[in-house]
């Protein structure tokens, strides 16, 4: 069993002295990742006196580090809430890739944070102790207490009266999505500067009831896109999608169920476009090639995850689930260079886990989401599902069910 749940390094024991002590609420409270596995790999610990989680992009890649360390543009936060991404299960799983080059074993996951600035760095500048807080880190939010570059935080907008116009659990639902959409609407070519209005502006958003996709429905609206077609994977996510602003919402479930034809659905509901200007697909093998194929002159795929390459609802992966992912992997397709040129047309991807050298873009990014959108009350939370620390791994489960809409987040 040790070897199957590896402890953490920093962990204390239940009989240690700072546990007992009457201080052990200040301990700080995570979940541990030993190695790859199942949901028996999601371990809350507490971590000795003094030591905090942290992102790869603070000093080395430890998720653990003493608080004394702090370096002068971070800030230790005192953290209230940490979304549940899908990327996380690939993390517990061994599969993420800038997990496995930046951290290794053992991980605390999580990238969305919010909470309450406990101490500040000596070139802090934007940020004073006590603030409400919500932003990223690059891993380490599984945590109750986290040291964050402060550039990579902004203060939760608060209304007329002072007070704050989202709870720490509706903050933590935003920064990696809202980031994920802005990102990927960026590589679309619709932003920060929109398309000229002759040009087609029709988006087709695969798994639009999710976080990602939840949000990117929403800017596609603000950024004056349409028609904005959304694709569900189960019939009881329709209203949801409906809801977030879909000019067209296609079901999955409903058309297998009649036997109808999904990508000629897809195809008609592009009108007055006969086909899209932006493809938004996080699907992988399942749905990539038609995707393209779907795609105007001019047009473009943009890639953030391959979550149909990966066993649904699976908590650890056997050998047999690793057969698998390698055979669906081996049917991705492949794009001739020279018919992307004729055709005038583009594949673009990316992992915003990568991005801590872009600390301009992040900034850029960051400040259009929260002052002009959230501050605007442009850019609504997405539907959140909000449950204790201590159900982690139900939240896994729920997310690797495929069952989940909007975001789940878990409070400390």
Known sequence: LPKLVPPCEFEVNADDDDVSSSSSLDLTKCISIGHAGGLEQLRIVRLRKGIV???YNVK??????????????????????????????????????????????????????????????????NL????????????????????????????????SSGSDMLTFAQAASLPAVALTALYALMLGGHYPTPAPPSLNKAILIHS???????????????????PVVGVVGRTSKVEAAKALGCDVVIDKQSLSTTKEDLWQ????????????????????????????????????????????NLPLGIAALSP????????????????????????????????????SEEKE????????????????????????????????????????????VGKIVLTI
């Open 53 to 55: 989680t942290k992102g």
């Open 60 to 125: 080395d890649g430890s998720p653990f580090i003493d608080e004394k360390e702090l370096p002068p543009d971070c800030i230790i936060l005192k953290n209230h809430a940490f979304s549940v991404n899908y990327a996380d299960c690939a993390i517990r799983w061994g599969l993420y890739e800038s997990a496995k080059q930046y951290v290794g074993w053992p991980i605390c996951p999580g990238f969305d944070v919010a909470g309450v600035v406990e101490t500040v760095g000596s070139e802090c500048h």
């Open 128 to 159: 004073k102790v006590g603030d409400h807080v919500f932003g990223c880190s690059l891993f380490g939010a599984y945590s109750s207490r986290v040291m964050i570059p402060e550039i990579q935080l902004r203060k939760i907008p608060t209304n």
């Open 208 to 226: 639009c009831a999710g976080g990602v996709g939840s949000m990117l429905v929403r800017m596609s609206k603000l950024l004056g896109l349409g």
């Open 265 to 308: 659905a897809i195809k008609e509901a592009a009108s007055p476009y006969s086909n899209y200007k932006t493809v938004m697909d996080a699907n992988g093998v399942s749905t990539l090639q038609e995707s393209y194929n779907h795609l105007c002159p001019t047009g473009r795929v943009v890639v953030f995850g391959f979550h149909s």
């Open 320 to 355: 047999w689930q690793w057969i698998g992912m390698a055979q669906r992997a081996s049917k991705l397709p492949k794009f001739d260079p020279m018919d992307m040129v004729t055709s005038n047309k583009a594949v673009l991807g990316f992992n915003l886990s990568f991005f």
């Open 361 to 404: 873009l992040v900034t850029q990014m960051l400040d259009e989401i929260v002052e002009t959108w959230i501050k605007g009350g442009k850019l609504p939370c997405p539907r959140i599902t909000e449950m204790e620390m201590e159900r982690i791994g139900e939240a896994h489960e729920l997310i690797m069910s495929g069952q989940s």
